[in-house]
């Protein structure tokens, strides 16, 4: 371990002598911390906290009592391969939520960016690709080799079928069972599925969209999901958008590069 203050660590955390520990960590009563766990400067694990490794984790995470991290994938075709978890800084994880570690045919790694909030009981599956400054709601689940942009928030109970892409800036309603992709700046609600219904707008003013941006965001969901337009037909009206306007150019660029059907 690498030089830290004793005195931030309870007498009875379980330590391998393969950690690596960061400076002013903090670590609870009875947590457990395993082999090739790397846990960056002023971070803090809470009591009964299980994080194994290989995990490499940032500077100023915040990790809640009876979080479980860097466990195996759960995923009938791992075979004890070597694959990884890595958590980035400023995180704050709260009670029993679970982050799998990759799997080999996945790519071996599991990555969560910075400062995200991720609530009490989610869950993100191996191989899952997770940006900057997201809130997971409480219950909200990752299927395995999901990726969520930077700036979505996933309401309680929401759930993300496996291989799905959810871009920056959506919003995922309460209840929520997403089975396709969802584009930029979208907000989603529950019927039998997750289906379309406006765009984020309250929250990209939040984050200083100004009235411009968010009527091209407009003009491109009216363009997708309001006429009768197919979808390679839709998608050339929203090239026309995307002339002047970058936010429909990522927007654009986020379905040419999608492999599963598109939420519409």
Same mark, same amino acid.
């Given at each position: 371990? +690498? +030089?830290?203050?004793?005195?931030?660590?309870?007498?009875?955390?379980?330590?391998?002598?393969?950690?690596?520990?960061?400076?002013?960590?903090?670590?609870?009563?009875?947590?457990?911390?395993?082999?090739? =766990?790397?846990?960056?400067?002023?971070?803090?694990?809470?009591?009964?906290?299980?994080?194994?490794?290989?995990?490499?984790?940032?500077?100023?995470?915040?990790?809640?009592?009876?979080?479980? #991290?860097?466990?195996?994938?759960?995923?009938?075709?791992?075979?004890?391969?070597?694959?990884? *978890?890595?958590?980035?800084?400023?995180? +704050?994880?709260?009670?029993?939520? !679970?982050?799998?570690?990759? !799997?080999?045919?996945?790519? %071996? *790694?599991?990555? #969560?960016?910075?400062?995200?909030?991720?609530?009490?009981?989610?869950?993100?599956?191996?191989?899952?690709?997770?940006?900057?400054?997201?809130? &997971?709601?409480?219950?909200?689940?990752?299927?395995?080799?999901?990726?969520?942009?930077?700036?979505?928030?996933?309401?309680?109970?929401?759930?993300?079928?496996? &291989?799905?892409?959810?871009?920056?800036?959506?919003?995922?309603?309460?209840?929520?069972?997403?089975?396709?992709? =969802?584009?930029? &700046? *979208?907000?989603?609600?529950?019927?039998?599925?997750?289906?379309?219904?406006?765009?984020?707008?309250?929250?990209?003013?939040?984050?200083?969209?100004?009235?411009?941006?968010?009527?091209?965001? $407009?003009?491109?969901?009216?363009? *997708?999901?309001?006429?009768?337009? $197919?979808?390679?037909?839709? $998608? /050339?009206?929203?090239?026309?958008?995307?002339? %002047? +306007? @970058?936010?429909?150019?990522?927007?654009?660029?986020?379905?040419?590069?999608? @492999?599963?059907?598109? /939420?519409?």
């Amino acid at each position: 371990m +690498s +030089s830290h203050d004793a005195s931030a660590i309870h007498p009875t955390a379980v330590i391998d002598p393969r950690a690596r520990i960061g400076a002013g960590v903090q670590i609870g009563a009875y947590a457990v911390i395993g082999a090739e =766990v790397e846990v960056g400067d002023n971070t803090r694990i809470g009591p009964h906290c299980l994080i194994e490794g290989p995990t490499r984790i940032g500077r100023d995470n915040v990790f809640h009592g009876h979080a479980a #991290i860097g466990g195996d994938p759960q995923d009938k075709k791992y075979r004890g391969e070597r694959v990884a *978890l890595e958590i980035g800084d400023g995180n +704050s994880i709260r009670e029993f939520v !679970t982050i799998n570690r990759g !799997t080999g045919e996945g790519g %071996g *790694l599991t990555r #969560i960016g910075n400062r995200n909030w991720i609530l009490a009981y989610s869950h993100i599956a191996h191989d899952c690709i997770v940006g900057d400054d997201c809130v &997971f709601s409480n219950n909200a689940t990752l299927a395995g080799h999901v990726t969520v942009g930077s700036h979505v928030i996933l309401s309680g109970f929401s759930g993300v079928h496996q &291989f799905c892409r959810v871009g920056d800036h959506a919003f995922i309603g309460m209840g929520a069972f997403v089975n396709g992709d =969802v584009p930029p &700046f *979208l907000m989603i609600a529950q019927e039998k599925y997750a289906r379309p219904r406006g765009i984020n707008a309250e929250g990209l003013k939040r984050r200083g969209f100004d009235a411009g941006r968010v009527a091209a965001i $407009k003009r491109a969901y009216r363009a *997708l999901y309001m006429g009768e337009a $197919k979808l390679d037909e839709a $998608k /050339l009206e929203l090239a026309e958008i995307a002339a %002047g +306007s @970058e936010d429909v150019r990522a927007f654009l660029d986020f379905i040419d590069a999608g @492999e599963r059907p598109l /939420l519409r």
